[in-house]
């Protein structure tokens, strides 16, 4: 099965970062003021009514909070420390921008008149993310799969 989530000693090194971090909520065991959201693998749904209360000062810049569940964050490769204490995994935000664009695009005009260029793109940086070799395919469910893959885990990068 495809998947972002990373082995669980870079989730328990996270972890221990956001349990030493000043914006880290015990009560709710989130990053700043709990957001109601729910995240599985690669799809995320937030409710983003309460984003204004998790604005912070931190070494003179203004950040905001992701209002997440620890426990769920630091699951994911993608995800990322707001206040940049610890880095995104295998993939950078450009690589993500790169994936959500070559999904798209893959969505719109089918695998069949997609450059190869752009079919090699989106096996390698899906490669990138999952920790995985992904291999080419011809069977169309399958592409269907990965691209489902690549726009639900890449929802926030557009
Ligand atoms: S994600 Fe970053 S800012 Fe949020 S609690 Fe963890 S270490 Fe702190």
Not at 56 to 85: D, F, H, M, N
């Amino acid at each position: 099965m495809i998947t972002a989530i990373l082995p669980t000693q870079v989730q328990a090194a996270r972890i221990k970062i956001c349990h030493d971090c000043k914006f880290y909520k015990e009560q709710t065991n989130s990053c700043g003021t709990f957001i109601l959201a729910r995240l599985t693998d690669g799809q995320k749904e937030v409710t983003l009514s309460r984003v204004k209360d998790n604005t912070v000062t931190y070494y003179k810049k203004k950040i905001r909070l992701c209002g997440c569940k620890i426990s769920e964050k630091v699951k994911y490769a993608w995800a990322q420390c707001p206040a940049g204490k610890w880095p995104m995994e295998r993939v950078t935000i450009e690589d993500m921008e790169r994936l959500r664009e070559a999904a798209k695009e893959i969505e719109a005009v089918g695998s069949i008149h997609t450059s190869d260029a752009r079919m090699i793109e989106l096996y390698t940086l899906l490669s990138k993310l999952t920790g995985q070799n992904i291999q080419r395919t011809s069977c169309s469910s399958c592409i269907r799969d990965l691209i489902n893959f690549a726009l639900n885990s890449t929802k926030e990068f557009e």
